[in-house]
């Protein structure tokens, strides 16, 4: 099985493939920055404007998920895995009008996913 960077469960994969049917194409960004700190922000592919300065991680439900080339220094060593939770997170993120927020759950990759896993910049 391939090791990937970045996962999805079921419930959050629900509410993005209908935020999908709404807004079209979109993006996954995690800053590290403001607002909600490094939870992820679902935004439309278009309003955010990226650079050399984010890394793309893969694809959930085929929606990019970028991240900060400096946040991902600190989570290279992780798996993330974007998750749905009720309640308002304080960003722009599109689920927040819904009434949920998307939350990251990490744990470190094995030894044996390390060495698969690489990302160049």
């Keep these: 099985m391939k090791t990937t960077k970045v996962a999805i469960t079921d419930k959050a994969a629900e509410v ?4 999908k049917e709404t807004f079209g194409d979109l993006i996954f960004h995690q800053s590290g920055g403001c607002c909600d700190g490094s939870a992820p922000m679902l935004l439309q ?6 650079d050399e300065s984010d890394v793309l991680l893969g694809q959930v439900e085929g929606v990019n ?12 060593h992780t798996h993330l895995t ?3 939770t009720k309640g308002r997170g304080a960003s722009f993120s599109l689920e927040i009008p819904l009434g949920y927020r998307f939350l990251i759950i990490s744990r470190l990759f094995t030894e044996a996913e390390q060495k698969e896993i ?3 910049f």
């Design 118 to 120: 690489s990302v160049k």
């Design 16 to 19: 993005l493939n209908s935020l």
């Design 65 to 76: 998920f970028y991240m900060n080339k400096d946040q991902y220094e600190y989570w290279k």
């Design 45 to 50: 592919k278009d309003d955010l404007y990226l």
């Design 82 to 84: 974007i998750d749905i």
